[in-house]
């Protein structure tokens, strides 16, 4: 599977960004699939999970009710809508296929784009 991610860019606090990930690879809409940043600094963290058909989204506390997750498998795509963004939301956003949904846990898979840059402004 390879990911191209798009979308990112500079926006003032209270803008929004969408971000998509393109993806190649026949088992596309069988894997679930999430985005993941890393702050400079700081570890890189789960934002949004999406499972293989779409029906089940996991969100990061930080983002709940401001990023949604979605998936069009006829186009092998998956986008993040990010709304009322923070300067806490700028970095760098990574697109992942394969990955582990727990009750407990969201374990990344293998596979992983090489990231688009968002920064948001005070």
């Known amino acids: 599977v390879q990911l191209v991610e798009s979308g990112g860019g500079l926006v003032q606090a209270g803008g929004s960004l969408r971000l998509s990930c393109a993806a190649s690879?026949?088992?596309?809409?069988?894997?679930?699939m999430g985005w993941y940043r890393q702050a400079p600094g700081k570890q890189r963290e789960l934002v949004a999970a999406?499972?293989?058909?779409?029906?089940?989204?996991r969100f990061a506390d930080s983002v709940k009710g401001r990023f949604t997750i979605s998936r069009d498998n006829a186009k092998n795509a998956m986008y993040l809508q990010m709304n009322n963004l923070k300067p806490e939301d700028t970095a760098v956003y990574y697109c992942?296929?394969?990955?582990?949904?727990?009750?407990?846990?969201?374990?990344?898979?293998?596979?992983w784009g090489q990231g688009t840059q968002v920064t948001v402004s005070s």
């Open positions: 999406i499972s293989g058909g779409g029906a089940n989204t």
């Open positions: 690879g026949s088992t596309f809409n069988t894997n679930a």
């Open positions: 992942n296929a394969g990955l582990v949904v727990t009750p407990a846990a969201t374990i990344p898979g293998d596979y």
